[in-house]
C-alpha cells in the first residue's frame, strides 16, 4: 500500500503539465473548452453585472420629471438606454397608451410582469457558472474511470508480470482529468456565489426603482 501511495505521488510530480495533459485524453480538451467559457462569464459578468447597467444613472435622474410632464419624451429616453429598467418602463407606458382605461392595480401588474422577466434574466445568466462547475468535476471523474478501467485492464491481462508501481504509475494517470475537473468547477462555483449575490442585490434595487417610477405614472394617469 505504501508502494502504491508513494509511486503515485512520484508519477503525479515527474509527470508535468504537457504529461498530465497527454494522460489526461481527449477529454482534458472538453475540459479546456468549459474552463474557456466559465473565463468568458466572469469576465461578461465583472463588466454587466453593475447598478449602472440594471439602473442607470441617467434614467434614474431623468425619468421621474419626463414621467409627470411628458411620457412620451420618457419612452424616447428609455428607447435611449437599454437596460432592465427601460425594459420595464416602456412595457408600463406601452400598456398605458393601449389602455388608457386601466387601473393603477393593472399598471402595476403589468409592471411586475416585466419586472420578472428582467430578474429572471439578470439571476439566470449566472447559472451557467453552476452548470459547468457541476459538470466539469463529472467529466474529470468519467475520464478517471476509463483510466483505470485502462490500467486495471493492464494488470490484469498479465498478473504474474504487473508491479504495484506500475499499476500506481497507472491509477496516478487516470486521476488527472479529475484533479483538472476540480481546477474549472472550484473557481466557477466560487463565482457563481459571488455573482448570485450581486444579482440578488442588482434585482432589488431594479424593483424599488421601479417601484417608484410606476408610482409616479400611475398617480399622473390617475389625475387625468
Known amino acids: 500500500m505504501f508502494l502504491f501511495a508513494t509511486a503515485a505521488a512520484n508519477t503525479t510530480e ?17 475540459l479546456l473548452a468549459m474552463s474557456v467559457i466559465s473565463v468568458t462569464m466572469i469576465l461578461y459578468f ?28 420618457a419612452r424616447r429616453l428609455c428607447d435611449d438606454v437599454p437596460s432592465p ?21 393593472m399598471i402595476s401588474k403589468v409592471a411586475e410582469s416585466e419586472g420578472s422577466r428582467q430578474s429572471d434574466i439578470i439571476q439566470g445568466q ?28 493492464a494488470v490484469g491481462s498479465d498478473v504474474a508480470a504487473a508491479k504495484p508501481t506500475e499499476l500506481a504509475a497507472g491509477v496516478s494517470k487516470a486521476i488527472v482529468t479529475t484533479i483538472f475537473g476540480l ?15 450581486r444579482a440578488v442585490r442588482l434585482v432589488a434595487e431594479l424593483e424599488g426603482v421601479c417601484t417608484e417610477f410606476v408610482a409616479i405614472l400611475s398617480s399622473k394617469h390617475t389625475q387625468e
Open 85 to 105: 429598467l427601460s425594459a420595464v418602463m416602456i412595457a408600463t407606458m406601452d400598456a398605458l397608451r393601449n389602455a388608457p382605461n386601466a387601473t393603477p392595480e
Open 126 to 153: 449566472t447559472q451557467w457558472l453552476l452548470d459547468i462547475a457541476t459538470i466539469a468535476p463529472l467529466v474529470g471523474l468519467l475520464g478517471t474511470v476509463f483510466g483505470m478501467l485502462y490500467a486495471f485492464g
Open 46 to 73: 465583472l463588466v454587466t453585472l453593475r447598478v449602472n447597467n440594471v439602473v442607470p444613472n441617467r434614467l434614474r435622474r431623468d425619468l421621474p420629471e419626463y414621467l409627470t410632464t411628458n411620457v412620451a419624451e
Open 14 to 30: 515527474s509527470m508535468g503539465l504537457m504529461g498530465a495533459w497527454t494522460a489526461g485524453g481527449s477529454l482534458m480538451w472538453v
Open 183 to 197: 481546477i474549472v468547477a472550484i473557481p466557477s462555483m466560487a463565482f457563481y456565489a459571488w455573482f448570485r449575490r
